[in-house]
C-alpha cells in the first residue's frame, strides 16, 4: 500500500562506497537512523497536546519592529579576540560551524577594528576623492544613495585568517574560531570607476590610498586598475544598511581581495603615483619567506574551503550515515571542484555544490558519509574554475615557512575518535 | 593630462531618450549632478580633521557577540499592521523601499501572524508525521539538524500582499507598507521527500496538512505533489537559524507559493485524502470572483515587480538624472524582463536585471531617467520565464473584480510632481 514518489533508492545497507573510508555518493540523500521513531517517540509526540507546553495554549508574543535570533539560539555569536592591551583592537569571529548555507547574518559577520568600531553621524561624514585627478570631490552620504548602485554576493575574508595553521600543533578550538575570519554578504554599493571617473583621473595615477574614519585613520593601497574593474563603496549588506561594526555609513569593497583593503567608515580616496607603505601594508600584511625575503601586496585571498560538520567539538553519537558539508571559496573566481577524503587523503570523493556557483562567493558543498565507528580523517580540497588547487598543509609549508602568518589556505583534517569526538589534526 | 580609465561615455545633456519621459539606456551609468562638489563643498570636506567629529578622535566601541544596525538607521523597521481586536494577530510589513539588493535581513523579514510568536523550546519541539503512511513518525530538533540539506533562496510572499491595490482609489502609504508583505532569504534545510520517504506515504494520500504550534495550531493543506517536488523543512535562514516569527525552530518551505502555506513553528504534517478545508483555505485565502464564484487553492504567486525608488513619500529634489530601481518575482520561475514606463505606459524600455538570475527569487533591476520637472508617471511591469506578463490595473479588475482581496499583481504607478513629491495612483 506504499507508493514512493520520490526515486527509489535502495536500502542504506546496500549503497556502495565512492571513496575509502565510507564516502558515498554525493547524490543519495541520508535517508535511515537519524530518527526518533519507534513507537515510543510517536506516543510522546502525539500526547503533546496534554502536555504543558505553554505556547500550544497562550497567545504568543507581540510584533516587533526589528527581529532577533531566538534566545535558544544565543550561543550563536561571534567569538571575540581582543587585543587586552590596545582598546578596540583585535577580531571577531563568526561561528562557521553553526551556520548554514552561504549567506552570513549580519549580526555574526567576522570584525577585525584597529580602534574600536566608531558610531559615525551619517549627516556628518564625507567621502573625498582627491590627489592626482582633475578635480578633488567631496561627497556626502544622502547623494551617494542616488548614484546607480550594483549589488554583488561576495565573501571577505582577512589576510590573517586561519593562521593558527603555522603553527607546529594542531590548535584545538571550534572550526569557525580559527577559520572564522571570512563571512559572506550581498554587497550593494557604487561603482568607483563612477566616481573616479568624475572627478576625473589623471594619467600619473596608478594608485589609491583608502582611509577609514576611525580613531586610527587605517589606511591601505590599492593599484588604480583593481578599483577600476570592480570594486565598489558599499553601502548596503544583505539588503540594508551597513551595520556600525563593518563601516557604517560606507566601506570598500575589494572583490576576492584581503579583507583588510576592504577599508571600513571610508572618508578618503587619495589618487597617487606610489603606494602609501603604511604600517598595514610593510609591518604586517606581508609574508616572510624561509629565503628571508618578504612577500608584500599579495592581495587576492587563494582558494580555500573547511568542513564545518563534522568538525571540532562536535561529537557523533554513533556508526550511521552522516552529511558532510562545508563551506569554499576563491578569490581568484568560482569554485569549480571541492574532494572530500574521509581516510586522511588517500582517496577522494567529489562533492555536491550548491548552486548558483558566484565568483567570490561561498560555494557549501555537501556529501553523504557512512561512519563505522573507526577512526576517520575528513579533509576537504578546493578547485577554482582558474585552475588553484587547495594544498596540503606540508606543501604549502615547505614553499612559504612558518613565519608568513598570512594567506594561510591549506587543508584543514578533522579526526573522528573511535568514540565520535571530532578535533582538529595536521 | 586626464586619463579614463572606463569606455567613454557622452556628456549626460548628450544621452538620448529610449523611451518617453526621459528613460535612458540601461546600460549608461549616472555621471552628474548628484555631489556635493564645487570648491565649497571640497573646502568643507578637507577641513574635515578640524572639525570636532569624536570619531576621528576617540577610539570606538569594543567588540559585540552580536551586532545591530546603526542608531541612525532605526527608522529602517518593520510596520506593524495589528489586529486590535485580536492580540497578536496581524501583519508588519518589509520596508522595501529603504532597502537595496535581493536579500531581506532577518530582523526586517515581513510577519504574519494569526496568535502571537510563540517562544518555543526547542528540546521540547516534536514534528510528527501521520496519517496516510507506512509508519507515524516523529522527530525532534536535533535529529533533524543531522538530516541532508538543500539551499535555496526564495521570496515568501503573503497571499493579502498589495491588497490595498483593489480599493477604489490609490492609498497613500510608503511602497513597503502597501507591498511589503513580501521578503527573500536564503533558506537551508531538508527536503520534505526524503522524510515521507522514510515514513513510506500510501497510495491514497494526496493532501498533506500542515499544523503550526501556535496557540491557534493554524493549519494548512499542500497538494502532495508539490511537497514531494520541492518543499523542504526550513532551519535555517540567511545563514543562522529561523527567527521566532519566521518559524523558530521549523518551518515548512513551499518555494513559489502564498506565504500562508509556509507554515510556521511547524509540528505536524498529515497525509490525507483530502484537503481539511480549515478557515485558512475556505473562509480565507479564497478569491470572489465577479460571476459569483470563488477561485480556492489559489496557490502560486504571480508574476509582480515593484519600483522600490523612486516610490511614495519619496521626494527628487529637481530636474535631475536618476536611477529607477526596484524589484520583480514570479511563483512560476525565473523573471526575464522587467520593462519600466516613464510615461504612464505609452512607452516602456528595458531595465537592467542583477543577476543571478534565480528562480522564485528577488530580481533586483534599475535604469536610468533623465527627469526634466514636469510631472510623469512610473511604471514597471515584470515578464516571467513561462511567459507570465504582469497586467495593467484595469486588467485585474475587469477579470477579477473588486471583492477578492487577494492575489494583487498589477502594475504598480507612482506620479511624480513637479515639486518631486512622489505619491500613488492608479
Same mark, same amino acid.
Given at each position: 500500500?506504499?507508493?514512493?514518489?520520490?526515486?527509489?533508492?535502495?536500502?542504506?545497507? #546496500?549503497?556502495?562506497?565512492?571513496?575509502?573510508?565510507?564516502?558515498?555518493?554525493?547524490?543519495?540523500?541520508?535517508?535511515?537512523?537519524?530518527?526518533?521513531?519507534?513507537?515510543?517517540?510517536?506516543?510522546?509526540?502525539?500526547?503533546?497536546?496534554?502536555?504543558?507546553?505553554?505556547?500550544?495554549?497562550?497567545?504568543?508574543?507581540?510584533?516587533?519592529?526589528?527581529?532577533?535570533?531566538?534566545?535558544? #539560539?544565543?550561543?550563536?555569536?561571534?567569538?571575540?579576540?581582543?587585543?587586552?592591551? +590596545?582598546?578596540?583592537?583585535? @577580531?571577531?569571529?563568526?561561528?562557521?560551524?553553526?551556520?548554514?548555507?552561504?549567506?552570513?547574518?549580519?549580526?555574526?559577520?567576522? /570584525?577585525?577594528?584597529?580602534?574600536?568600531?566608531?558610531?559615525?553621524?551619517?549627516?556628518?561624514?564625507?567621502?573625498?576623492?582627491?590627489?592626482?585627478?582633475?578635480?578633488?570631490?567631496?561627497?556626502?552620504?544622502?547623494?551617494?544613495?542616488?548614484?546607480?548602485?550594483?549589488?554583488?554576493?561576495?565573501?571577505?575574508?582577512?589576510?590573517?585568517?586561519?593562521?593558527?595553521?603555522?603553527?607546529?600543533?594542531?590548535?584545538?578550538?571550534?572550526?569557525?574560531?580559527?577559520?572564522?575570519?571570512?563571512?559572506?554578504?550581498?554587497?550593494?554599493?557604487?561603482?568607483?570607476?563612477?566616481?573616479?571617473?568624475?572627478?576625473?583621473?589623471?594619467?600619473?595615477?596608478?594608485?589609491?590610498?583608502?582611509?577609514?574614519?576611525?580613531?586610527?585613520?587605517?589606511?591601505?593601497?590599492?593599484?588604480?586598475?583593481?578599483?577600476?574593474?570592480?570594486?565598489?563603496?558599499?553601502?548596503?549588506?544583505?539588503?540594508?544598511?551597513?551595520?556600525? /561594526?563593518?563601516?557604517?555609513?560606507?566601506?570598500?569593497?575589494?572583490?576576492?581581495?584581503?579583507?583588510?583593503?576592504? +577599508?571600513?567608515?571610508?572618508?578618503?580616496?587619495?589618487?597617487? &603615483?606610489?603606494?602609501?607603505?603604511?604600517?598595514?601594508?610593510?609591518?604586517?600584511?606581508?609574508?616572510?619567506?624561509?629565503?628571508?625575503?618578504?612577500?608584500?601586496?599579495?592581495?587576492?585571498?587563494?582558494?580555500?574551503?573547511?568542513?564545518?560538520?563534522?568538525?571540532?567539538?562536535?561529537?557523533?553519537?554513533?556508526?550511521?550515515?552522516?552529511?558532510?558539508?562545508?563551506?569554499?571559496?576563491?578569490?581568484?573566481?568560482?569554485?569549480?571542484?571541492?574532494? @572530500?577524503? &574521509?581516510?586522511?587523503?588517500?582517496?577522494?570523493?567529489?562533492?555536491?555544490?550548491?548552486?548558483?556557483?558566484?565568483?567570490?562567493?561561498?560555494?557549501?558543498?555537501?556529501?553523504?558519509?557512512?561512519?563505522?565507528?573507526?577512526?576517520?580523517?575528513?579533509?576537504?580540497?578546493?578547485?577554482?574554475?582558474?585552475?588553484?588547487?587547495?594544498?596540503?598543509?606540508?606543501?604549502?609549508?615547505?614553499?612559504?615557512?612558518? &613565519?608568513?602568518?598570512?594567506?594561510?589556505?591549506?587543508?584543514?583534517?578533522?579526526? +573522528?575518535?573511535?568514540?565520535?569526538? @571530532?578535533?582538529?589534526?595536521?
Amino acid at each position: 500500500m506504499t507508493r514512493r514518489f520520490i526515486r527509489p533508492v535502495p536500502p542504506a545497507e #546496500e549503497w556502495p562506497d565512492i571513496a575509502g573510508g565510507g564516502l558515498l555518493d554525493r547524490r543519495l540523500f541520508l535517508r535511515s537512523g537519524l530518527l526518533l521513531a519507534g513507537s515510543a517517540g510517536i506516543r510522546n509526540a502525539l500526547a503533546q497536546g496534554d502536555a504543558p507546553l505553554p505556547w500550544l495554549h497562550t497567545p504568543g508574543a507581540p510584533f516587533s519592529a526589528y527581529g532577533q535570533p531566538s534566545p535558544y #539560539e544565543r550561543y550563536t555569536a561571534r567569538r571575540i579576540g581582543a587585543n587586552r592591551a +590596545v582598546a578596540g583592537n583585535g @577580531v571577531s569571529f563568526t561561528p562557521l560551524e553553526e551556520l548554514a548555507g552561504t549567506i552570513t547574518p549580519n549580526g555574526l559577520h567576522f /570584525e577585525r577594528h584597529h580602534n574600536g568600531v566608531p558610531q559615525i553621524d551619517p549627516a556628518l561624514h564625507r567621502l573625498t576623492v582627491h590627489g592626482r585627478v582633475r578635480q578633488a570631490l567631496a561627497f556626502d552620504v544622502k547623494s551617494l544613495l542616488r548614484y546607480p548602485m550594483r549589488s554583488q554576493t561576495l565573501f571577505i575574508e582577512c589576510g590573517g585568517n586561519s593562521n593558527a595553521g603555522w603553527h607546529s600543533e594542531p590548535v584545538q578550538r571550534p572550526a569557525g574560531s580559527v577559520h572564522g575570519l571570512v563571512s559572506c554578504a550581498e554587497w550593494t554599493g557604487v561603482p568607483l570607476s563612477v566616481l573616479l571617473d568624475e572627478a576625473g583621473v589623471d594619467a600619473d595615477a596608478s594608485w589609491v590610498i583608502a582611509e577609514g574614519a576611525d580613531a586610527g585613520a587605517m589606511n591601505m593601497s590599492i593599484p588604480l586598475a583593481k578599483i577600476l574593474d570592480d570594486c565598489m563603496l558599499g553601502l548596503y549588506q544583505n539588503g540594508e544598511r551597513l551595520r556600525p /561594526e563593518n563601516g557604517y555609513p560606507m566601506r570598500l569593497i575589494v572583490p576576492g581581495w584581503e579583507g583588510v583593503l576592504h +577599508v571600513k567608515w571610508l572618508q578618503r580616496l587619495e589618487l597617487s &603615483a606610489q603606494p602609501v607603505m603604511s604600517r598595514n601594508e610593510t609591518a604586517k600584511y606581508t609574508e616572510l619567506l624561509p629565503s628571508g625575503k618578504a612577500r608584500q601586496f599579495t592581495f587576492t585571498m587563494d582558494c580555500k574551503s573547511l568542513i564545518t560538520t563534522p568538525s571540532h567539538g562536535q561529537t557523533l553519537p554513533g556508526p550511521d550515515i552522516y552529511q558532510i558539508t562545508g563551506l569554499a571559496w576563491s578569490g581568484h573566481g568560482r569554485i569549480a571542484r571541492v574532494e @572530500v577524503s &574521509a581516510d586522511g587523503g588517500n582517496s577522494w570523493a567529489d562533492a555536491a555544490l550548491q548552486g548558483p556557483l558566484l565568483p567570490r562567493s561561498f560555494t557549501r558543498f555537501r556529501i553523504p558519509w557512512r561512519w563505522d565507528g573507526t577512526p576517520a580523517v575528513l579533509k576537504s580540497r578546493a578547485t577554482d574554475d582558474a585552475g588553484n588547487v587547495q594544498p596540503e598543509r606540508a606543501t604549502l609549508v615547505a614553499e612559504r615557512g612558518r &613565519a608568513g602568518y598570512f594567506h594561510y589556505n591549506a587543508i584543514i583534517a578533522w579526526t +573522528v575518535e573511535d568514540d565520535g569526538l @571530532v578535533s582538529h589534526t595536521y
